[in-house]
C-alpha cells in the first residue's frame, strides 16, 4: 500500500515566503505559533480519522491545515464559512496555513466534515489526545506546572430560543431542538426587599457546562469534561483528577468552590497525600458540636488559603472563554458538539498562554488579524 498522501501546496513559490517575508511581521502571533508548535505531530494522530488513511482515493488535505483553519477560528471568534472568508483574505493566516497567496483555503464545508471526523471517530477521544499533546509540548518547551491545581465549571447558553422551544414543543409536538441541553443553576444572590425582607434570588441557564481543571503556576488548562447544564459539579472532581495524576502533575493542592465541598471529594484528596483546599461550606464550620473541629482546622491549614487565593486565575480564564473566544454561547447543537467547542476553547487558551510565556507576544485578536 503507498503511502500517504496530500494536496500539495506551493507555499515555496514567488506567491509564498519570498512575498511573505516581506508582509507578514516576525513578531506576529500566527508567526509565533507557528514555529512554536511542531504540527506535524498531529498529522499523524488525525490522519487516522480518514477512511481511506490519506492512502486511498483523491489525496486530501494535510489534516493539520484543516485544524490549523479550525484554531483560527476559535482564536478570532468566527464562524466557519467567517474563517474560511478571513483565511482568503489575510496573507498572516494564510501563511499560518502553508498555503501560497494563491492558494485557495479549505472551505467551510472541509471543516464540517472534520468536525464530523472528530466526533465520529471515538466521540471526543481526539479531542482529549490533542489537548494532552499540546500539555506534553509544553512541558518539553520547559513551562513548569506547579502543586496547585484549580478545579471548577462555566456555563454555556444552548444555541435555542428558550420561549420559541417551548411553544414549538406545546404546540407542535416537535422534538427539541438540542435535545442534550438542560437547565441549570446560573448562581443566585441574596438582598433585601423594599419592606426589608431577606430574599434569595436564583438565575437559571438553558444549556451545558464544562468542568475544568487548571494548573494555577503554569495557567494552563490540564482537563476537562462537557455535561448538561444540570449536572451537580462537585461529582466530577474525581475523573478531573484522575486525568491530572496521569500527567504525572506534581501536585499537591487541589482547590474549587462549595460546590464541591462534599465529604467524599476531601477523602479522595486525603487518600492520594493532597491537600484540600475546597472552599467550606458555613455549615460545616458553625456546628454547635465537636465534629466542626477537623474542618476549622483545615480552614486555618496555610495550603487551604493559599489555594483559596489562586481559585481567582479559572474564573479569569473562563472570562477570557467567554468575551474572547465565544464560550458563553453554544456554537453547535448537542452534546458532543458542545463538547468539541469546549476543548478547541481550551487549546487555543493553552496556545496563547504558552506563546505569552515562551516568546512574550502576545494575542491581540482581530485587530492584529486585519493589519495582518
Known amino acids: ?180 441541553a438542560r437547565w441549570g443553576v446560573k448562581g443566585s444572590r441574596r438582598f433585601r426587599d423594599a419592606s426589608g425582607k431577606p430574599v434569595k434570588q436564583t438565575e437559571y441557564f438553558f444549556g451545558y457546562k464544562t468542568h475544568c481543571s487548571l494548573n494555577a503556576e503554569s495557567g494552563l488548562i490540564t482537563s476537562l469534561e462537557v455535561t448538561p447544564g444540570n449536572a451537580h459539579d462537585g461529582q466530577f472532581l474525581p475523573a478531573r483528577l484522575a486525568k491530572d495524576l496521569a500527567q504525572e502533575l506534581p501536585l499537591k493542592t487541589v482547590t474549587a468552590d462549595k460546590a464541591y465541598d462534599d465529604g467524599n471529594n476531601h477523602f479522595l484528596l486525603e487518600s492520594r497525600g493532597l491537600h484540600s483546599a475546597i472552599r467550606l461550606k458555613t455549615n460545616r464550620t458553625e456546628k454547635k458540636n465537636a465534629n466542626k473541629q477537623i474542618w476549622l482546622e483545615l480552614q486555618a491549614s496555610p495550603h487551604y488559603r493559599a489555594g483559596l487565593k489562586e481559585r481567582y486565575k479559572i474564573e479569569r480564564k473562563f472570562g477570557e472563554a467567554k468575551q474572547g473566544h465565544g464560550l458563553g454561547r453554544c456554537r453547535y447543537l448537542g452534546l458532543l458538539r458542545y463538547g468539541l467547542q469546549a476543548f478547541l476553547t481550551a487549546i487555543v487558551l493553552n496556545l496563547k498562554r504558552m506563546v505569552k510565556m515562551l516568546t512574550g507576544t502576545p494575542f491581540k485578536g482581530r485587530a492584529r488579524l486585519a493589519a495582518g
Open 1 to 180: 500500500m503507498s503511502g500517504e498522501r496530500f494536496q500539495k501546496q506551493d507555499k515555496g513559490s514567488f506567491f509564498g515566503d519570498f512575498l511573505y517575508d516581506r508582509i507578514v511581521p516576525a513578531d506576529h502571533f500566527l508567526r509565533q505559533l507557528h514555529a512554536l508548535i511542531p504540527w506535524k505531530r498531529f498529522t499523524k494522530k488525525l490522519v487516522r480519522l480518514y477512511r481511506g488513511k490519506a492512502r486511498q482515493g483523491r489525496p486530501p488535505y494535510d489534516p493539520v491545515i484543516v485544524l490549523k483553519m479550525l484554531l483560527v477560528a476559535f482564536l478570532y471568534n468566527l464562524s466557519e464559512r467567517q474563517t474560511e472568508v478571513v483565511a482568503n483574505d489575510s496573507l498572516a493566516v494564510k501563511w499560518f496555513l502553508g498555503l501560497a497567496v494563491d492558494e485557495p483555503v479549505p472551505d467551510h464545508s472541509t471543516l464540517t466534515r472534520f468536525k464530523d471526523r472528530l466526533i465520529e471517530r471515538g466521540q471526543l477521544e481526539a479531542m482529549e489526545e490533542l489537548l494532552a499533546e499540546i500539555l506534553l509540548i509544553a512541558q518539553e518547551q520547559g513551562i513548569q506546572f506547579g502543586s496547585l491545581q484549580v478545579m471548577d465549571s462555566v456555563h454555556s447558553v444552548a444555541n435555542v430560543n428558550t420561549q420559541k422551544e417551548k411553544g414549538r414543543e406545546d404546540e407542535d409536538k416537535k422534538p427539541p431542538r438540542d435535545g442534550d
